[in-house]
């Protein structure tokens, strides 16, 4: 799918600079340097570093990656070209290609493949692998600090801003991840602590981009959104491959009701980094809001891709198809949604709705089945209808089980319904006059027989 071009406002161009990369006309007389000193058999691991680059840059990803794999194997602590290698690789289906390097397997390559193994959001198989590693280096604050970043991405806050603030204990002065340490105390509304960590970040070094990060992330928490711009601008105007300020200033356009400008900063942070799946996130939410569905498939489905097991991304694919009228999709959608999340009350309501009105032909069976698990029920218990979905569910199961001949369920129902009270108050009492009914000619039939 070919990118909409929305033009943003002159205002803004000075905050995201040429809207079009650019070519380095260097780039290839470098390459062409670098192979004649290959071809001499001149080049160190660092050189090799340098042709992998070279290489990437000129869209030579198969090259790019057999140079950085030269590299580690003439340094095996390169650690920035182990890096550069693995940020090659989009997702998991790509990582089979490492088979065919021959990459050392010293004490560098458990630190690469749990490195990897959090880049490609396999969040639970890192923590395994850093729990290995934790023992190895007991006292290592980088497995620490991977270990808590694993968390965060697993949604596990509290493990995370634990993990982070003992981190925080060791070194005070450090001020590696505390962008990510921000992020947490944001999603947490811990205003007092994320403040304290802003000024704490600004008396050690204002001119750091995870400093401008966190004051960003302080002044978003008391919704001060044009503030809070300003620092992840400032954060670029430092480091203008810093993802995590294209990423923040995304959402904060977004609050704005700045759809140029949030499309523009999520953009930067996919061609940073095509593994930020927020970023994706971002641009599926902002084409919705700009009524452009379609976009918003594309963008939502690039960051499930990234992330298949979070039941949000496949809520709002969902929620797209919807919309589309692609009842079908947005049923598989909401199922892949409660599996992994099984009390996600929203989407088992939608599927719900979707087999009992929208799907052809209609499935009242798994529409009676998905209320029910909506409504987190066994059949013993009593029924407490405590919102309008839940009394929705209500009507429709006390009307199913009547049709189904029983009737102790649907009057079940229909009483909650009555309990209740709302607009159809006088459809329960139908619901139980018609089963009265039925339940006492069921009876007079058997006693004449």
Same mark, same amino acid.
């Given at each position: 799918?070919?990118?909409?071009?929305?033009?943003?406002?002159?205002?803004?161009?000075?905050?995201?600079?040429?809207?079009?990369?650019?070519?380095?006309?260097?780039?290839?007389?470098?390459?062409?340097?670098?192979?004649?000193?290959?071809?001499?058999?001149?080049?160190?691991?660092?050189?090799?570093?340098?042709?992998?680059?070279?290489?990437?840059?000129?869209?030579?990803?198969?090259?790019?990656?057999?140079?950085?794999?030269?590299?580690?194997?003439?340094?095996?602590?390169?650690?920035?070209?182990?890096?550069?290698?693995?940020?090659?690789?989009?997702?998991?289906?790509?990582?089979?290609?490492?088979?065919?390097?021959?990459?050392?397997?010293?004490?560098?390559?458990?630190?690469?493949?749990?490195?990897?193994?959090?880049?490609?959001?396999?969040?639970?198989?890192?923590?395994?692998?850093?729990?290995?590693?934790?023992?190895?280096?007991?006292?290592?604050?980088?497995?620490?600090?991977?270990?808590?970043?694993?968390?965060?991405?697993?949604?596990?806050?509290?493990? /995370?801003?634990? $993990?982070?603030? *003992?981190?925080? =204990?060791?070194?005070?002065?450090? #001020?590696?991840? %505390?962008?990510? !340490? @921000?992020?947490?105390?944001?999603?947490?509304?811990?205003?007092?602590?994320?403040?304290?960590?802003?000024?704490?970040?600004?008396?050690?070094?204002?001119?750091?981009?995870?400093?401008?990060?966190?004051?960003?992330?302080?002044?978003?928490?008391?919704?001060?959104?044009?503030?809070?711009?300003?620092?992840?601008?400032?954060?670029?105007?430092?480091?203008?491959?810093?993802?995590?300020?294209?990423?923040?200033?995304?959402?904060?356009?977004?609050?704005?009701?700045?759809?140029?400008?949030?499309?523009?900063?999520?953009?930067?942070?996919?061609?940073?980094?095509?593994?930020?799946?927020? /970023?994706?996130? $971002?641009?599926? *939410?902002?084409? =919705?809001?700009?009524?452009?569905? #379609?976009?918003? %498939?594309?963008? !939502? @489905?690039?960051?499930?891709?990234?992330?298949?097991?979070?039941?949000?991304?496949?809520?709002?694919?969902?929620?797209?198809?919807?919309?589309?009228?692609?009842?079908?999709?947005?049923?598989?959608?909401?199922?892949?949604?409660?599996?992994?999340?099984?009390?996600?009350?929203?989407?088992?309501?939608?599927?719900?709705?979707?087999?009992?009105?929208?799907?052809?032909?209609?499935?009242?069976?798994?529409?009676?089945?998905?209320?029910?698990?909506?409504?987190?029920?066994?059949?013993?218990?009593?029924?407490?209808?405590?919102?309008?979905?839940?009394?929705?569910?209500?009507?429709?199961? /006390?009307?199913?089980?009547?049709?189904?001949?029983?009737?102790?369920?649907?009057?079940?129902?229909?009483?909650?319904?009555?309990?209740?009270?709302?607009?159809?108050?006088?459809?329960?009492?139908?619901?139980?006059?018609?089963?009265?009914?039925?339940?006492?000619?069921?009876?007079?039939?058997?006693?004449?027989?």
């Amino acid at each position: 799918m070919h990118k909409l071009e929305i033009v943003f406002p002159p205002r803004l161009r000075h905050v995201f600079g040429p809207q079009s990369k650019g070519s380095n006309e260097a780039l290839t007389e470098l390459r062409r340097l670098l192979v004649a000193q290959d071809a001499k058999g001149k080049l160190d691991g660092f050189a090799c570093y340098l042709y992998g680059i070279v290489q990437r840059e000129l869209g030579q990803r198969s090259e790019a990656a057999e140079q950085f794999a030269r590299a580690v194997r003439m340094v095996p602590e390169f650690w920035g070209a182990w890096r550069d290698l693995g940020a090659l690789f989009i997702d998991s289906s790509e990582t089979s290609q490492l088979a065919q390097l021959q990459l050392p397997t010293n004490w560098m390559w458990p630190l690469f493949a749990a490195w990897l193994s959090l880049e490609l959001q396999h969040n639970e198989e890192a923590l395994q692998q850093y729990e290995h590693l934790g023992d190895l280096y007991p006292g290592s604050s980088y497995v620490r600090a991977q270990t808590a970043l694993a968390h965060y991405n697993l949604r596990e806050f509290d493990e /995370a801003e634990e $993990g982070f603030r *003992q981190l925080r =204990e060791r070194d005070p002065h450090s #001020l590696e991840h %505390v962008d990510t !340490y @921000s992020n947490i105390l944001y999603v947490k509304e811990m205003k007092p602590e994320l403040s304290y960590l802003a000024h704490e970040a600004c008396r050690i070094d204002r001119f750091r981009a995870e400093t401008c990060c966190a004051v960003g992330n302080y002044y978003s928490l008391r919704n001060r959104h044009q503030k809070a711009v300003q620092y992840f601008e400032r954060a670029l105007k430092l480091n203008r491959r810093y993802l995590s300020a294209w990423t923040l200033m995304g959402h904060e356009y977004v609050e704005l009701k700045n759809a140029p400008a949030a499309i523009e900063a999520y953009r930067r942070a996919v061609e940073i980094n095509p593994r930020d799946y927020r /970023a994706w996130y $971002g641009l599926g *939410q902002t084409y =919705e809001l700009l009524y452009m569905p #379609l976009y918003s %498939v594309y963008y !939502y @489905s690039q960051a499930q891709r990234l992330r298949p097991y979070d039941a949000r991304m496949w809520t709002a694919l969902a929620h797209t198809h919807k919309g589309l009228g692609r009842w079908a999709d947005a049923a598989k959608c909401y199922e892949r949604a409660v599996a992994y999340n099984e009390g996600d009350v929203a989407s088992l309501h939608e599927l719900g709705v979707l087999y009992r009105d929208r799907i052809t032909p209609r499935n009242p069976e798994k529409a009676a089945f998905y209320f029910m698990k909506a409504l987190d029920l066994d059949s013993d218990v009593q029924i407490q209808i405590d919102s309008e979905l839940a009394l929705e569910a209500c009507v429709f199961l /006390a009307q199913h089980f009547k049709d189904l001949g029983q009737y102790d369920k649907a009057r079940k129902f229909a009483n909650s319904i009555l309990a209740f009270g709302g607009k159809h108050k006088e459809t329960a009492k139908d619901i139980v006059r018609s089963v009265s009914a039925l339940q006492a000619a069921s009876s007079a039939q058997g006693s004449t027989v």
